[in-house]
């Protein structure tokens, strides 16, 4: 089977698609690709793209996101020296790299077997990677955080002054990537309820990929053309 993992990298067919790369122009082809098969699929279903097809997106989108400034320690060392003059991308390639993430999360065979590898056995970390992608590859955009109280009452339970601890690993949450989730019992308006403090890699690696939440950020001054997507 060769090399396997839930990182980016950790395959046979992303590394042998990154010793083929020479330039951005070849980063920029598997999403060239997706563009073409999407537009002769047609819109009445979606198009399921290969698992071979979807590593090759994944890793395309890994070098964007070292474009980017965000390059993950399993980085391969040449493919980032061969890609070192590019500068940063370009805003297409920008949305393309994004829209491929997604497009592989939700409708691809790759998150099929992903998902049947991890029903019984663990936590679906393939996915915990993607939304660890999907997180580089957002734009620093500014906010106005809400307040502690705020916060609070939003989500039903105390913020510690690390930002919480992750209901998933028990592990502290730090302020920059602190989520919430409140439950209550549907069938009980009255249920007081309860909130959880969470990491969204953690939530997602126990939700299947079509309900997996995808944090996609947006810069009002660079937004995506969908007719390019």
């Known amino acids: 089977m060769g090399a396997w993992g839930a990182g980016n990298f950790e395959n046979d067919t992303a590394m042998d698609w990154a010793a083929g790369v020479k330039s951005v122009d070849d980063v920029r082809q598997p999403f060239a690709k997706l563009k073409r098969d999407t537009d002769a699929h047609g819109s009445e279903t979606e198009l399921v793209v290969d698992s071979d097809f979807a590593c090759e997106l994944l890793a395309a989108s890994e070098c964007v996101a070292m474009m980017l400034g965000r390059r993950i320690p399993d980085f391969p060392a040449d493919l980032?020296?061969?890609?070192?003059?590019?500068?940063?991308?370009?805003?297409?390639?920008?949305?393309?790299?994004?829209?491929?993430?997604?497009?592989?999360?939700?409708?691809?065979?790759?998150?099929?077997?992903?998902?049947?590898?991890?029903?019984?056995?663990?936590?679906?970390?393939?996915?915990?990677?993607?939304?660890?992608?999907?997180?580089?590859?957002?734009?620093?955009?500014?906010?106005?955080?809400?307040?502690?109280?705020?916060?609070?009452?939003?989500?039903?339970?105390?913020?510690?002054?690390?930002?919480?601890?992750?209901?998933?690993c028990d592990q502290p949450v730090a302020r920059h990537e602190l989520w919430g989730i409140s439950l209550y019992d549907a069938y009980n308006m009255n249920s007081m309820g309860r909130g959880f403090w969470l990491h969204l890699p953690c939530l997602n690696a126990r939700l299947h990929h079509l309900h997996a939440i995808a944090d996609l950020k947006f810069d009002p001054g660079n937004m995506p053309d969908l007719d390019q997507l």
Do not use: Y
Request: with cysteine; glycine share 4%.
């Open 80 to 168: 980032a020296d061969r890609l070192a003059s590019a500068g940063e991308p370009d805003s297409l390639l920008f949305h393309q790299a994004r829209n491929a993430v997604l497009h592989v999360m939700r409708h691809s065979e790759l998150s099929e077997l992903w998902a049947e590898a991890s029903e019984d056995v663990a936590p679906n970390e393939w996915l915990a990677e993607l939304t660890r992608l999907i997180d580089r590859l957002n734009p620093e955009v500014d906010f106005e955080p809400w307040d502690s109280e705020h916060i609070e009452a939003k989500v039903g339970a105390p913020l510690a002054e690390v930002g919480g601890t992750c209901a998933f």
